[in-house]
């Protein structure tokens, strides 16, 4: 199935004006747009969720089953504390991208852990927004694998 889920958690809906010197100034509307424009380059279809609960992204994570083939996922802070998301993500057993805008890995300590990596496929961080593109590559990539 060649539907791609693209989920971001908490506070990614204040992209653009939020930190932009750690984050850009890329709101996540335009994300959401270079998005849809990769997915035609690609011939995959794609949905979007934000959400600022973690129940509400777990919601997200069961719904993907059965109509999405694998999904991208921002968890926000959520990455460093929410076991219930990486169980989330278990549960479902569709291939996930971990995708950060920062480096997680060259800002504080406790961004350096992530329960989302022990169920992710891989991990992008680093690039700013064209990250959700190249984990778009590799999952996409992923979906056509027989
Ligand atoms: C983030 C990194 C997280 O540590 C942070 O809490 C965020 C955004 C990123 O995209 O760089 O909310 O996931």
Partial sequence: MSSILILNGPNLNLLGTRQPEVYGSTTL?????????HAARLGVEVS???SNHEGVLIDHIHS??????????NAGA???TSIALMDAVA???LPMVEVHLSNIHARE??????YI???AIGQVCGFGARGYLMAMDA???RLAAP
Avoid: N
Avoid at 29 to 37: K, N, V
Avoid at 109 to 114: D, E, L, Q, V
């Fill in 48 to 50: 979007f969720a934000q």
């Fill in 139 to 141: 999952l996409a990539e």
């Fill in 64 to 73: 993907a089953k059965g109509t999405h083939g694998g999904i991208i996922l």
């Fill in 117 to 119: 990596s022990r169920v």
């Fill in 91 to 93: 549960s479902v057993e």
């Fill in 78 to 80: 959520y990455t460093h």
């Fill in 29 to 37: 509307a335009d994300i959401e747009e270079m998005c849809s424009a």
């Fill in 109 to 114: 300590s406790f961004r350096h852990t992530s």
